[in-house]
């Protein structure tokens, strides 16, 4: 932590995501309350600001939001609470530029192609409808993230800036325009398709999209065959200038660097809030009403997340081991994601659909089969990691899957953690996890009950292993590997101009 605490006080982040660490509303007496954001990457960057001083540039997604950024001329504001020395920035856009920004290009589209699931003999249509919202909306918004950047790095020129994930492709590209001597770290926190996925677009959006990208000095991603296919995108879509063996793209006279930075938690803010009052008035309850066995899976309502084969493998399970039968409960804790695009809606009542099926054609009068909660409650979800026996992360595709480190983390009763070869945990979890493909339902209900009768001390084994490997690779060393590279390009750099310094004097 030490090392990051002085990186950060040499060099202060700006941070830019879609969704910030915190959302204003009002509450029904009239007050402001605020509201911790959800999702993987804001859990992980709240975690890495606890040692670092940040300014977190994100969209106001509520009116009250938008209140606070009038209130203060539209600039930054303190975050307080939220790791040390953090502000907050919003980026205020109109409704039907962040609906076209966000549910119709960044959600489905390119979140689609980055999962794979598209089913291309139906969808996607690119008609008039999506390129106007390409131009309108998420070129737009990222004209407008990257417009608030540059107002930040006018004030602290040296900063750092890291952009997060799959909304904000195009944005380098404005900010290096702006600012060519900043340097520009891009992170994204899901899958890199292969080429094939991204010819779904027309050439001027994927061109765009990599164009955006390369306008960074390093792309970070979760495992090296994510930066691969970024390089093999490059290469195949762009004609880029490609080396596999020092992972670069040469664009523009600039050496663009690829790299693979596994993303973690900060073990000590999640084992408090695991030790948290909020989080013990959920165990009593799951205490109370758990079986001889606890299966949980704790996710997004996504179809990445692969709900429904889970469901299908449990459902293959106790056909074959009726023996469970009344001893076992799996807990199902969804979080409601993106309910304003038609697929994921569709998604949720298919869940409803097949958890009521298992739970009628197993179930009685004493005992349902699957417990099936779709909300958003982190204190509830935490209790469930402390006690399950097995958890199931079977995605289908998976940037990392946080929950696969987190719940392992404060797991209490050595729980076996079931993980699909797809999920980017795998890279570091998969020789302690029981390791499936995401699509072999009966390898799912086979790892269940390997799981489940699997000797005390080999799950405890299993267990402390991965609580070994997320402790040492936290999320500050996820940050330290960043800013080591970053040193190195910058060093890098300067020995080039340096060089061609001395030769243009040479010349003279």
Same mark, same amino acid.
């Given at each position: 932590m030490e090392r990051s605490e002085q990186a950060g006080r040499e060099a202060p982040l700006i941070l830019v995501s879609n969704r910030g660490p915190v959302t204003f509303r009002r509450d029904q007496t009239g007050a402001r309350t605020t509201s911790q954001g959800g999702g993987g990457l804001v859990t992980a960057l709240t975690g890495l600001v606890e040692g670092t001083p940040a300014l977190w540039i994100s969209a106001a997604t509520t009116e009250e939001d938008a209140l606070v950024a009038a209130e203060h001329g539209g600039g930054s504001f303190p975050l307080d609470g939220i790791g040390r020395d953090t502000r907050g920035r919003f980026v205020l856009m109109d409704p039907a530029t962040y609906d076209a920004y966000y549910n119709v290009i960044a959600n489905p589209i390119l979140w689609f192609i980055q999962h794979y699931l598209w089913d291309l003999s139906n969808a996607p249509n690119i008609t008039i409808a999506e390129l106007d919202a390409w131009e309108h909306g998420y070129q737009r918004a990222n004209r407008q993230f990257a417009e608030a950047v540059l107002a930040e790095l006018d004030r602290e020129p040296q900063a750092m800036v890291m952009l997060h994930d799959y909304h904000l492709y195009t944005a380098p590209e404005i900010i290096r325009a702006g600012r060519p001597d900043a340097f520009l770290h891009f992170f994204c926190h899901i899958p890199?398709?292969?080429?094939?996925?991204?010819?779904?677009?027309?050439?001027?959006?994927?061109?765009?999209?990599?164009?955006?990208? *390369? =306008?960074?000095? %390093?792309?970070?991603? !979760?495992?090296?065959?994510?930066?691969?296919?970024?390089? +093999?995108?490059? &290469?195949?879509?762009?004609?880029?200038?490609?080396?596999?063996?020092?992972?670069?793209?040469?664009?523009?006279?600039?050496?663009?660097?690829?790299?693979?930075?596994?993303?973690?938690?900060?073990?000590?803010?999640?084992?408090?809030?695991?030790?948290?009052?909020?989080?013990?008035?959920?165990?009593?309850?799951?205490?109370?009403?758990?079986?001889?066995?606890?299966?949980i899976r704790v996710d997004r309502t996504d179809l990445s997340k692969n709900t429904l084969r889970g469901f299908l493998a449990f459902d293959v399970f106790l056909d074959r081991y009726p023996e469970f039968k009344e001893e076992i409960t799996f807990f199902s804790l969804l979080q409601p994601s993106r309910q304003d695009v038609p697929e994921y809606i569709?998604?949720?009542?298919?869940?409803?659909? *097949? =958890?009521?099926? %298992?739970?009628?054609? !197993?179930?009685?009068?004493?005992?349902?089969?699957?417990? +099936?909660?779709? &909300?958003?409650?982190?204190?509830?979800?935490?209790?469930?990691?402390?006690?399950?026996?097995?958890?199931?992360?079977?995605?289908?595709?998976?940037?990392?899957?946080?929950?696969?480190?987190?719940?392992?983390?404060?797991?209490?009763?050595?729980?076996?953690?079931?993980?699909?070869?797809?999920?980017?945990?795998?890279?570091?979890?998969?020789?302690?996890?029981?390791?499936?493909?995401?699509?072999?339902?009966?390898?799912?209900?086979?790892?269940?009950?390997?799981?489940?009768?699997?000797?005390?001390?080999?799950?405890?084994?299993?267990?402390?292993?991965?609580?070994?490997?997320?402790?040492?690779?936290?999320?500050?060393k996820w940050l330290d590997a960043q800013r080591a590279d970053i040193t190195a390009k910058r060093v890098a750099a300067r020995r080039r101009r340096a060089r061609a310094a001395r030769g243009g004097a040479r010349t003279g």
């Open positions: 890199w398709s292969q080429p094939d996925a991204w010819r779904i677009l027309p050439p001027h959006m994927r061109e765009a999209i990599l164009r955006g990208l *390369l =306008a960074n000095d %390093i792309i970070g991603f !979760h495992t090296p065959r994510y930066a691969r296919n970024f390089l +093999l995108c490059c &290469e195949d879509l762009l004609e880029a200038r490609v080396d596999y063996k020092r992972m670069l793209v040469t664009w523009e006279g600039r050496e663009v660097w690829a790299r693979a930075y596994p993303i973690s938690v900060h073990p000590p803010t999640f084992e408090r809030l695991a030790a948290s009052p909020e989080v013990a008035a959920y165990e009593g309850p799951i205490l109370r009403r758990r079986r001889a066995h606890l299966v569709e998604y949720v009542d298919k869940i409803r659909e *097949l =958890a009521s099926h %298992i739970n009628t054609k !197993h179930g009685n009068t004493d005992w349902m089969p699957i417990s +099936l909660n779709i &909300e958003s409650n982190l204190p509830r979800a935490v209790a469930a990691y402390k006690h399950y026996d097995v958890l199931m992360v079977n995605s289908i595709f998976d940037g990392m899957n946080l929950v696969a480190k987190e719940a392992p983390l404060v797991n209490e009763r050595g729980g076996v953690l079931i993980l699909s070869e797809n999920a980017g945990a795998h890279d570091e979890l998969g020789s302690f996890a029981l390791s499936v493909n995401p699509f072999d339902v009966e390898a799912q209900a086979q790892a269940l009950h390997t799981a489940l009768t699997m000797p005390l001390a080999e799950r405890l084994a299993r267990n402390e292993q991965i609580q070994r490997i997320v402790r040492e690779n936290d999320v500050f």
